[in-house]
C-alpha cells in the first residue's frame, strides 16, 4: 500500500437498505453526529429490484465505520 493509500483507504459500507429513503434517514443521523457519509445505489444495471434485497449502502470513512455502526445500531458511540 502507499502512502496515498494509506492517507485514503477505501470506504466501509455501515448499513445496507431497501430504499433510498431509509439511506438517506441513516445519512441524516450520522451527519447529526458529524460523520460524512455517501449512499451508493447498486441498482444491478437497471434490474427491477425486489422489496428487501438491500441495494443501497450507506459508506463512510474506515475511521469512523465503528461509531457510525454504533449510532446506527443505537449502541453508545
Not at 475511521?63 to 455502526?69: E, G, N, R, V
Amino acid at each position: 500500500m502507499t502512502s496515498e493509500q494509506d492517507a485514503h483507504p477505501e470506504p466501509v459500507t455501515v448499513a445496507s437498505f431497501g430504499s433510498v429513503g431509509e439511506a438517506e434517514v441513516a445519512q441524516a443521523k450520522l451527519r447529526a453526529y458529524g460523520i460524512e457519509s455517501a449512499i451508493v445505489d447498486n441498482d444491478g444495471g437497471g434490474v427491477i429490484p425486489v422489496d428487501g434485497d438491500g441495494q443501497i449502502e450507506l459508506e463512510v470513512r474506515a475511521a469512523d465505520s465503528a461509531s457510525a455502526s454504533d449510532i446506527l445500531h443505537d449502541t453508545e458511540p
